[in-house]
Every structure is written in structure tokens, then in C-alpha cells.
């Protein structure tokens, strides 16, 4: 399978990829959340996703495109949690071996998630994990196929399909709001999205503990970032990827970065005005939708995932700061 650039992703490949995910990922509800009179908010809800997460979309994708012989060897994943559930999800599915290499740090109940879905794990230091995004490789785990969580133009195609989902349901959008942790997800969405309607506005989503997108559009490209670990440990990274800067730059609209404070008050506000439960990176793009930081209009926000541990959730519901 040749390798693609992130920028040369198309309407078609995501209408490709939604064929072949008919009867393995769920087309998500989009419902209006009571949003306190501030305008009008929808929630792409994948976090009803079978791993409570989109992922399920990209590594199902990627994971169709392999070959019989690619796939014998097995695959891996670089992945803090979610993407490592998609991947070992769908392999599961096939009866194909899955590793996955994860930060030290990473939530312990996506760690579970992984074991229980029959995946191994490798922990190593985080600057080492990120080297593996950046190289694309983790040579202990070679020959199995590695799927790159962001820039791999299959996993950003399934990614699409939610923008098509949204789309569909929603035509009269003004505005997408999706958490920015790598663009895999934000990038292929606003491929959708905009090859059908240019005119709709899709914004990447970040934590101020760790903005890089918004840093890379102040600065012209991708510079490096202080990344802060928190419990938005979903997105966020020390720079943008090099080979994601073209599409980041050109499909989305911009970046909106809200705080650690902003997130679990949408964390909360979810659970109490609608039952839902959002991990960090789906409640940034939420945050984002409840002060209106893109200006007025009909805004979806993608809750990109539910996988939040209990002690994280508890004392937000509390009114604190994990």
C-alpha cells in the first residue's frame, strides 16, 4: 500500500472508506444540547461508539485496506489509549495479532480497555512515544504493520465520515468544532465537510496546556509547544506534525483554545443537562461551542470520546480541577 501525504486525502477516499465500515462503526446521533440560550449546539455524539470512541472509524478503515499478507503479520499503534482500542478492536474482529506502544501516564482505565479488547502493550517514556509518530515506526514490534494514529490518509478517511454524517443531518451547519490532537481527526472531517460546503467553518480545538495548532497558525508552521500534562489527556502534543501542516493550514479554519477550567465545565454541564459522558478532548470542543468562540451560528461539536476515569470525573462533578 504506497504511502500518501495527509493533504492528499479526498471526498471520495472518505466516501470509500464509509462502504467499508457499513456494520462496524455506528452513525452517531446528533442531538441539540440545551446550551443556556447561547445559540444553537449539537453534539456528534461518538463516544456511543462500540469503544465509547471515534477511533473506531480510522482503524477500521485502515485495517480494510490491508492486505491478507500485511495483516498475518499483525499491527501496532502509537496511541495514549483510544486509537489503541480501535486498532485492537478491529483486529480482534479479524483474529489479527495488536500491539500498541503507550506514554507512561496514559489513563489506566483506557490501559484496561486495551488488555480487555486482547491487545499487548509496550509503556515507554513519553518523548519516546511521540518519536514514534514522528518516524513512523517501533522497531522491537517490526514486521507487524503500523498504523499511525493521525497522518495515515485511511485512518483520516474514516475520520471523515463523521463530517458526512454531520452533513446529512445537519445541512444548514455554520461551524464544526473538533478537538485538534494530531488533525487526523479535525483534518479529515473539514475534507468532508468542506468539499461539500466550503462555506462551513471547521476548527480545530485545544487546551491552553497544550495548544500547538494555534501556536503553528500565530507562527506561520509548526513550532514547538510546552506541552503541560493534564486530564485532558487526549490531544495535545509538543508541536504539530510536519507532515500535517498542509492540511491543517489549509482546511481548517483556525484553532479555539479554551481552558482546563472551560473543559470540565462542559464535562459537567454534559453529564447534568444531557447524560453524557465526555472524556477530555470531546468536552475542549464542547467548551469551545458553549462560549461561542466562533462567533454566532449553528455549531456541531464533536464529543470525540467517553473513555474519562472515575477519579477524573468525580471531583469535576464536584466542581474542581482533577
Known amino acids: 500500500m504506497s504511502v500518501r501525504e495527509p493533504d492528499s ?51 477500521g478503515n485502515a485495517i480494510a485496506m490491508l492486505g491478507a499478507a500485511a495483516a498475518k503479520s ?77 497522518s495515515d490518509t485511511a485512518v483520516m478517511a474514516g475520520n471523515g465520515t463523521i463530517g458526512l454524517e454531520i452533513m446529512e443531518d445537519l445541512p444548514n451547519v455554520n461551524v464544526v468544532l473538533a478537538p485538534y490532537g494530531g488533525g487526523g481527526l479535525s483534518c479529515g472531517i473539514a475534507t468532508a465537510v468542506r468539499s461539500l460546503k466550503p462555506e462551513v467553518r471547521v476548527y480545530g480545538c485545544e487546551v491552553e496546556t497544550a495548544a500547538p495548532l494555534a501556536a503553528a497558525l500565530a507562527a506561520g508552521g509548526p513550532v514547538p509547544f510546552a506541552r503541560k500534562a493534564s486530564f485532558v489527556d487526549g490531544i495535545g502534543s509538543p508541536t504539530v506534525l510536519p507532515e500535517m501542516w498542509p492540511a491543517a493550514s489549509h482546511w481548517l479554519a483556525g484553532a479555539l483554545v479554551v481552558s482546563l477550567a472551560d473543559v470540565a465545565a462542559a464535562i459537567a454541564h454534559l453529564v447534568r443537562y444531557a447524560a453524557i459522558v465526555a472524556e477530555g478532548a470531546g468536552g475542549a470542543a464542547v467548551a469551545a461551542g458553549l462560549k461561542g468562540l466562533a462567533g454566532p451560528g449553528r455549531y456541531v461539536a464533536v464529543v470525540s470520546g467517553g473513555n474519562i476515569d472515575a477519579d477524573v470525573l468525580i471531583p469535576i462533578l464536584d466542581g474542581e480541577l482533577p
Not at 122 to 130: A, G
Not at 138 to 144: D, G, Q, S, T, W
Open 74 to 150: 499483525g499491527v501496532y499503534t502509537a496511541s495514549a489509549g483510544n486509537m489503541a482500542q480501535g486498532v485492537a478492536w478491529n483486529a480482534r474482529r479479524l483474529g489479527i495479532r495488536c500491539s500498541a506502544v503507550v506514554p507512561d501516564g496514559a489513563p489506566r482505565s483506557k490501559l484496561e480497555a486495551i488488555h480487555r479488547l486482547g491487545a499487548e502493550t509496550i509503556s515507554v517514556p513519553y518523548d519516546e512515544w511521540w518519536n514514534v509518530l514522528i518516524t513512523h515506526r517501533y522497531k522491537p514490534l517490526e514486521p507487524a504493520h503500523f498504523i499511525h494514529p493521525v
Open 9 to 59: 486525502l479526498t471526498l471520495g477516499d472518505v466516501q470509500e472508506a464509509r462502504r467499508r465500515l457499513e456494520g462496524i462503526a455506528v452513525r452517531t446521533p446528533l442531538i441539540r444540547l440545551d446550551d443556556g440560550g447561547t445559540g444553537e449546539l449539537y453534539l456528534k455524539l461518538e463516544n456511543l461508539q462500540p469503544i465509547r470512541s471515534f477511533k473506531i472509524r480510522g482503524s
